[in-house]
């Protein structure tokens, strides 16, 4: 190749790593790789046999790096690329996944005395020993009249890393009188490979309690454990730089193991869910990314500070740099349809499927789309899985009204689409409601890419057009923007997150419009929907938690 | 046989007569028979290619006496019975059936001259041509104030005779200038056998508008229809004879053919539901009668008239004599579960019944038994095809809450069952609340000799006894009981409907005892059913009705 430009991006997943590289300006992908991790994720033992108890989710630091050389070597070589050729290096990680480690960065699990001791590991996001911790914590804020879990709407996850560091401490203290930093996998892996120490601005905002201008007064920490606000001084970070913008220049052994040139500039790590901002082509406010897995994840730039009540988290530079991030999220979106594919399809419908050797649920879509829009004659509450926005109560059930002996699969197959993208349209009028409105959508994700009913739904249902992003890839793709922001222009990358964004992410690969009389059908059967969210929802009735099981 | 004592009884049903043969005093069955009609149900031409309108469902008053004759001999042949064997007769039919006759009893559909005219031919139950005239009814009787409605829940249904009559003087007047009588095919049957006509009390009290006393007053009528005063008043019963009592004997010329004693009693005719109760053994108050079919329905004898709010119907005499007889309705019940059979089987349940050789739904009634009672995790309301009792509503639909990602598909079929259960409740406690306290309940039907996990979900649920009647032919059963009891003790037969009832049905085939512990638990989800209940059926939403198909 004649001097070509390329970005790096690393996407640090709970199973495996994946290294993208993209070209620059065009966005073009030249090569991806994927590595498992070698010990993958540790429930129930230690690599030593050492059980562990229940709830438990460990990983070993050692496999991110094992895993980062293994791709980054294998895209480079699989592209042809020299070592001057990359410009930039991104990645995003799974967060909250944080390890205790010394001064020197070397992870405590690694020391042969903490061998045995689960709580020297890395604690996978989906680690769920800090039940009491999570609770204990809530409880203190609570009763300290605590203003800022607002941003939070109102509680700390036990994933996040306040209840796992309380959770150690109590459980195995000599693991943090040890330690000299307790901190997120992805600084730790940029610290490894910068030789600098300091925090991205994503994870701490969004799962580490920094709130921009400090953590939460010692005095509220303190309620919930003496111990707090010493560790929270002693092993959390104090200087942050967000996504986007350089977290220092790769040391030159790193730029040896993985073919890369030294001082290569390393971005500050991203979420691998924010990373599919970047990743979608969104480097500005007014464009809302959903990632559409078995959840919905709804991201949002903008460029001031609103409360916005219910939503899951407003932090300041926690997606791109200069900006105010927002998350909100649906609690089922591809576990909806999944239940309906496991539990409700008949076995008629099964053996048509096989017939025509379709996907069982690529047959519903087709039998789905037969039925008019909003003519199925059920309205759906989507609360499979509880609500996470807005009305953030994981106790909520989901309904279903309407049944008659006409009631077929279908109807309630498309009903759970519109349950959904009914879901999804509560979000968009309550940012906008909250002066942030929303202008377009771009969709990613495993059901973006192939319910393309659902996503003409979508764009009915809210009146917005859905663009579905071109790559598979938008997280790893994200952290390669973040990778070539993090280069500036001088280095040939870009000079903002927003360029990078546009230039790299391209076209989208497909766009739905609102079609008008569908949206009017659908207005009718929103009413209904919002009748039935607000009476099981916002006090009308609680039964739905009183249903015993 | 040494001089035994037979009683006969014929079920007419829409389908096919059967006859049953049953002994006194012991109730063995000793011979049944089925004769499908030969023009069957005509909905679409008459027997000479004559096109029906939609709607219309008729039948050959010919037909009646065919099937008649053929099970009639066919159980004296198979029970090597003689001609003065068989004390009394007893028929059921399906209600309300009517047709226009001459003086003679010929039908007029016999004439060549009516023969092309669908009016002149039997109405079937299930026509459905008098939409707007059972609208013209209600409408005039609303306006006129008129207070004997109540007894049929505030409004009269097209299926019964006013608007049958009524849609036949307006569509084809030429045929009620010349008919004589307008009257059940049961009542004709009857007529014929004996020579003698009379209107049965049942039939005519509960469609025939007959209050007891007289027919609603002619200024009520004439708001409908300034004809429909003389049309009652000309075509109409005026002498009434309830089931159980003889309405006179057999003629010669029928006793020759059917192979009878001339003179033998022939009770008056009872509808083929009502039948159900003297053939489960009921001839007295507080016994309640359900029939378990694709809908419930329940029928109880009272001693004093009670106007019950939203129930089908209480009417003097109505179901057997020297009682008042009290109806109402479940709208889906075997219903329930065929739909749940059609449409949410999953394939994976049905391929494991087809290797077990197990019907899917004996297959889903054992996964629901290892679900504990109340514990589905979800309620339902079980308004598939509306609410026929208490509400009468048929507006209402079905509704299932509590779904989460753990719902499976036999805790959905669990919970219809239950969700069954509860409605049979509420009317059995509305029944009570009125004065009518049902001590136990006897079922038959469809669903009672097969899913014994629903009947014992009844009986915990309503806290009653629940008993399965030994005979599968309730109906015709309940028929002979009453030939049996219009033979008098006398003639070989038994002094009252109550002694011949519990006499000839025997001892229940199961019965079905409540339990404590299930009892308790199905209070508290009862309690929620009740609270989804009143919400959207009582005026808290009626967003039920404004659903969009």
Redesign the interface.
């Known amino acids: 190749m004649n001097n070509p430009r390329l970005a790096l991006g690393v996407d640090f997943g709970t199973e495996s790593a994946r290294a993208l590289l993209v070209r620059i300006p065009d966005g073009e992908t030249l090569a991806t790789s994927t590595f498992l991790y070698s010990h993958g994720v540790m429930e129930e033992a230690l690599p030593d046999g050492t059980p562990l108890p229940e709830d438990f989710a460990l990983q070993a630091p050692g496999d991110y790096l094992e895993a980062l050389e293994e791709t980054v070597r294998e895209v480079m070589r699989e592209a042809g690329a020299g070592p001057s050729d990359v410009v930039g290096i991104g990645i995003d990680f799974t967060a909250c996944t944080p390890l205790p480690v010394l001064r020197d960065g070397t992870p405590l699990c690694e020391l042969p005395e903490f061998a045995k001791e689960p709580h020297a590991w890395v604690k996978l996001w989906k680690h769920h020993g800090a039940v009491k911790e999570a609770a204990d914590l809530n409880r203190a804020f609570r009763e300290a009249g605590a203003k800022w879990t607002e941003r939070y709407g109102g509680a700390l996850n036990l994933e996040w890393i306040f209840p796992k560091m309380l959770e150690t401490w109590r459980q195995a203290p000599r693991v943090l009188e040890k330690a000299h930093r307790f901190l997120e996998a992805s600084d730790w892996v940029v610290w490894r490979l910068t030789g600098r120490e300091s925090r991205g601005s994503c994870a701490a905002g969004y799962k580490g309690c920094w709130l921009g201008d400090g953590y939460p007064p010692g005095e509220q920490l303190e309620r919930a454990d003496p111990a707090l606000p010493g560790l929270v001084d002693r092993l959390l970070g104090k200087e942050f730089v967000p996504p986007g913008k350089a977290a220092g220049g790769l040391l030159p052994e790193w730029a040896e193991r993985l073919g890369l040139a030294p001082g290569t500039p390393v971005s500050a790590p991203i979420i691998d869910a924010h990373a599919a901002v970047p990743g979608c082509g969104v480097g500005e406010p007014g464009k809302m990314v959903i990632i559409l897995g078995t959840s919905g994840c709804h991201m949002m730039l903008g460029e001031k500070e609103v409360l916005v009540p219910g939503i899951q988290g407003v932090v300041w530079e926690g997606i791109l740099p200069g900006f105010y991030g927002y998350e909100a999220g649906q609690a ?1 979106m591809g ?1 909806l349809f999944a ?1 309906f594919a ?6 008629a ?3 048509e499927a096989g017939k025509r050797s379709l996907p069982p649920l690529s047959l519903m879509e087709e039998k789905a789309r037969a039925v008019s829009p ?6 759906v509450l989507d ?4 609500n996470r926005s807005i009305l953030i109560d994981p106790e909520l ?9 006409g ?3 279908e109807h ?1 197959f498309r009903a759970l689409l519109e349950g959904a993208a009914f879901g999804t349209r509560v979000i968009l009028d309550h940012f906008q409601e909250h002066g942030l409105p929303v202008t377009e959508v771009v969709t990613t994700g495993g059901i973006a890419g192939k319910n393309t009913l659902f996503l003409q739904i979508l764009a009915d249902v809210t009146g917005r057009t859905i663009h579905v992003a071109r790559t598979d890839q938008a997280c790893a793709l994200g952290a390669a923007v973040c990778g070539a922001a993090a280069a500036g222009e001088d280095r040939g990358g870009f000079p903002d997150v927003a360029r990078a964004a546009r230039a790299l992410a391209g076209a989208p690969r497909a766009s739905f419009h609102p079609e008008e009389g569908a949206r009017a ?1 659908y207005e ?2 929103f009413g ?1 929907y919002m ?2 969210h607000d ?2 929802g916002r006090g009308g ?1 609680d ?2 938690k ?4």
């Open positions: 089922a576990d239940w496991k539990n409700a399809l008949p076995a419908y099964s053996a909003g003519k199925t004659g059920l309205v609360w499979w899985n509880g059930k989901g309904l279903v009204v309407g049944f008659h002996m009631t077929r699969p309630l059908a009718e059967v209904l009748e039935l009476h099981f009735s039964l739905m009183r249903i015993p099981r």
